[in-house]
């Protein structure tokens, strides 16, 4: 996580958009853009905004910044895409290559290092999963929600990271899961595993492309080359292979070649309680360590790819109340494809979204991979204040919630606990910015899910989430969240069950 606050500073956030400055009362700042586009200054739906102006029109010449941003000592080039003389697209064959490589670097530290069951192989394995077929599998939601989804992360970067797409580096991912979900391990393949693995795989390998690439710069030599390398290895470690076999690392040049957006980074330090049901102040704590991302502005007028605007948060949990269950929950969506209008005091971008939410802690577990339309919305109201709005509505082709008609144990180990869902999925997000001192929040998730994998039945539940924090000085804020999480569960052959829980986190956010 350090890392990617790291490269929230090292680039400024964007090199063309640069660091911000202390918050003081001096003039605004001049600054040419090369080239000149339309685009709002900054965008954080999720925490305080370095500025709040509004857009420049195109064409417009310089672009004046508010006292919260800095003037850039050499205006430089804001790439759309990669540069391609230096990002030139590999084969498919040497894509291909390097999927089946991260396969056999994952198995060979599940076989020697960690010794895994499952991981003693052989052709003997092999035609057992291929005469035998597909299944639901029964591990834990972590394992099947989480872990493969970052794993998929790899596949797709071996394309990604070599001149591909969004959309052509997807495949890759698909190739990678079906190896080995049939040669990689002596299970049997999983459909769960190869969706999660490929969807979610793709989500998670296009956001830590765009974080290292935000990272990498191959003008810079030395202890700061070192250091960009090593982040970006860190934050994506199939595209830090490929550069390391391919001469990339102590590559020069002369020009910027990675896109670059805008990227804000707030981090969260603090302590979490979970209730005994929906009595507020009855639970045990925990500490807790957040970082939220808001890449991309929503609110530029241009032509949009996939994941030129996304958000993130991840929330991680330590004490000894938490068991197991160090991610708390991960949350965030991407772009697909959009368009953005600009009407008075509205700045509205309406597209496609990609979806990724898990909640995995000791009192519910739910997790949705959604795809659907929405729109980002904000209204400058004010020199100092706007709303800021976001609203989506989609499908879930594969869910998970817990339920207490499913407890799997095998081989003496508690596995799924868990039923796989498909359904229907809403959200609202709501900001009321006032005067960069307070900011309220409001974020509202809804799931209508029917039963594909366990007791039939279906499913309804609401997690609401609203929130306040105070600015104390600079780039701190102090926040308090509370979360209400309720399910309804009609289950064939089973009692109803209504359950609520709710937990609140007290903590200190620090904004870059």
Same mark, same amino acid.
């Given at each position: 996580?350090?890392?990617?606050?790291?490269a929230?500073?090292l680039?400024?956030?964007?090199?063309?958009y640069?660091?911000?400055?202390?918050?003081s009362?001096?003039?605004?700042h001049p600054?040419?853009l090369?080239?000149a586009? =339309?685009?709002a200054?900054?965008?954080?739906?999720?925490?305080?905004?370095?500025?709040?102006?509004g857009?420049?029109e195109?064409?417009?010449?310089?672009?004046?910044?508010? =006292?919260?941003?800095?003037?850039?000592?050499?205006?430089?080039?804001?790439?759309?895409?990669?540069?391609?003389?230096?990002?030139?697209? =590999?084969?498919?064959?040497?894509?291909?290559?390097?999927?089946?490589?991260?396969?056999?670097?994952?198995?060979?530290?599940?076989?020697?290092?960690?010794?895994?069951d499952?991981?003693?192989?052989?052709?003997?394995?092999?035609?057992?999963?291929l005469?035998?077929?597909?299944?639901?599998?029964?591990?834990?939601?972590?394992?099947?929600?989480?872990?493969?989804?970052?794993?998929?992360?790899?596949?797709?970067?071996?394309?990604?990271?070599?001149?591909?797409?969004?959309?052509e580096?997807?495949p890759?991912?698909?190739?990678?899961s079906?190896?080995?979900?049939?040669?990689?391990e002596?299970?049997?393949?999983?459909?769960n595993?190869?969706?999660?693995?490929?969807? =979610?795989?793709?989500l998670?390998?296009?956001?830590?492309? %765009?974080?290292?690439?935000?990272?990498?710069?191959?003008?810079?030599?030395?202890?700061?080359?070192?250091? %960009?390398?090593?982040?970006?290895f860190?934050?994506?470690?199939?595209?830090?292979l490929n550069?390391?076999?391919?001469?990339?690392?102590?590559?020069?040049?002369?020009?910027?070649?990675?896109?670059?957006?805008?990227?804000?980074?707030?981090?969260?330090?603090?302590?979490?309680?979970?209730?005994?049901?929906?009595?507020?102040?009855?639970?045990?704590?925990?500490g807790i360590?957040?970082?939220?991302?808001?890449?991309?502005?929503?609110?530029?007028?241009?032509?949009?790819?996939?994941?030129?605007f996304?958000?993130?948060?991840?929330d991680l949990?330590y004490?000894?109340?938490?068991?197991?269950?160090?991610?708390?929950n991960?949350t965030?969506?991407?772009l697909?494809f959009?368009?953005?209008?600009?009407?008075?005091?509205?700045?509205?971008?309406?597209?496609?979204f990609?979806?990724?939410n898990i909640?995995?802690?000791?009192?519910f577990?739910?997790?949705?991979?959604?795809?659907?339309?929405?729109l980002?919305?904000?209204w400058?109201?004010s020199?100092?204040?706007?709303?800021?709005?976001?609203?989506?509505?989609?499908?879930?082709?594969?869910?998970?919630?817990?339920s207490?008609?499913?407890?799997?144990v095998?081989?003496?180990?508690?596995? %799924?606990n868990?039923?796989?869902?498909?359904?229907?999925?809403?959200?609202?997000?709501?900001?009321?910015?006032?005067?960069?001192?307070v900011?309220?929040?409001?974020?509202?998730y809804?799931?209508?899910?029917?039963?594909?994998?366990?007791?039939g039945?279906?499913k309804?539940i609401?997690?609401?989430?609203p %929130?306040?924090?105070?600015?104390?000085?600079?780039?701190?804020?102090?926040g308090?969240?509370?979360?209400?999480?309720?399910?309804?569960?009609?289950?064939i052959?089973?009692?109803?069950?209504?359950?609520?829980?709710?937990e609140?986190?007290?903590?200190?956010?620090?904004?870059?």
């Open positions: 996580m350090a890392w990617v606050c790291t929230a500073f680039s400024g956030g964007s090199p063309a640069g660091r911000p400055s202390s918050e009362d001096g003039p605004p600054i040419l090369q080239p586009p =339309s685009y200054v900054n965008f954080c739906l999720s925490s305080f905004g370095r500025n709040n102006a857009t420049n195109i064409g417009s010449g310089p672009l004046t910044f508010s =006292s919260q941003q800095q003037a850039f000592v050499e205006p430089r080039v804001r790439l759309r895409d990669d540069d391609p003389e230096y990002t030139k697209k =590999s084969s498919v064959w040497s894509a291909a290559f390097r999927v089946v490589a991260a396969n056999v670097l994952i198995w060979a530290v599940d076989r020697f290092v960690l010794n895994y499952y991981s003693h192989i052989g052709p003997s394995t092999w035609k057992h999963n005469q035998t077929g597909w299944e639901w599998d029964t591990d834990r939601l972590g394992m099947n929600f989480l872990f493969h989804p970052f794993t998929g992360g790899w596949y797709f970067n071996a394309a990604r990271a070599n001149g591909y797409s969004f959309l580096s997807v890759f991912a698909f190739m990678g079906f190896l080995w979900e049939n040669f990689g002596t299970t049997l393949p999983s459909y595993d190869l969706i999660n693995t490929t969807l =979610s795989g793709a998670f390998g296009e956001i830590f492309f %765009r974080l290292s690439s935000n990272l990498l710069d191959d003008r810079t030599t030395g202890t700061e080359r070192f250091f %960009r390398e090593f982040g970006a860190i934050l994506n470690p199939g595209r830090g550069r390391l076999f391919t001469g990339k690392m102590d590559r020069v040049t002369s020009k910027e070649i990675y896109q670059k957006e805008p990227l804000n980074v707030t981090l969260y330090v603090g302590t979490h309680w979970f209730n005994q049901g929906a009595a507020f102040g009855t639970g045990s704590g925990s360590f957040n970082i939220h991302l808001d890449y991309g502005d929503p609110f530029e007028v241009r032509d949009r790819k996939p994941f030129d996304f958000k993130l948060r991840i949990n004490g000894k109340n938490v068991a197991a269950n160090y991610v708390n991960v965030g969506y991407g697909l959009g368009k953005t209008i600009h009407s008075g005091n509205w700045d509205i971008l309406f597209g496609a990609q979806h990724y909640w995995d802690n000791k009192v577990e739910v997790s949705a991979l959604g795809f659907g339309g929405g980002v919305a904000r400058q109201f020199k100092t204040s706007n709303f800021q709005t976001a609203v989506h509505l989609g499908v879930i082709p594969l869910g998970a919630t817990n207490p008609n499913v407890d799997i095998d081989a003496g180990i508690h596995g %799924r868990y039923d796989y869902d498909n359904g229907v999925e809403a959200k609202f997000e709501g900001t009321l910015n006032l005067g960069g001192r900011q309220l929040t409001v974020i509202d809804l799931y209508g899910l029917h039963v594909m994998v366990g007791p039945g279906t309804l609401n997690i609401f989430k %929130r306040i924090a105070f600015r104390l000085f600079g780039g701190l804020r102090l308090f969240e509370y979360l209400y999480f309720h399910k309804d569960d009609y289950i052959n089973y009692p109803d069950v209504h359950a609520g829980n709710s609140q986190k007290l903590y200190l956010m620090l904004y870059f």
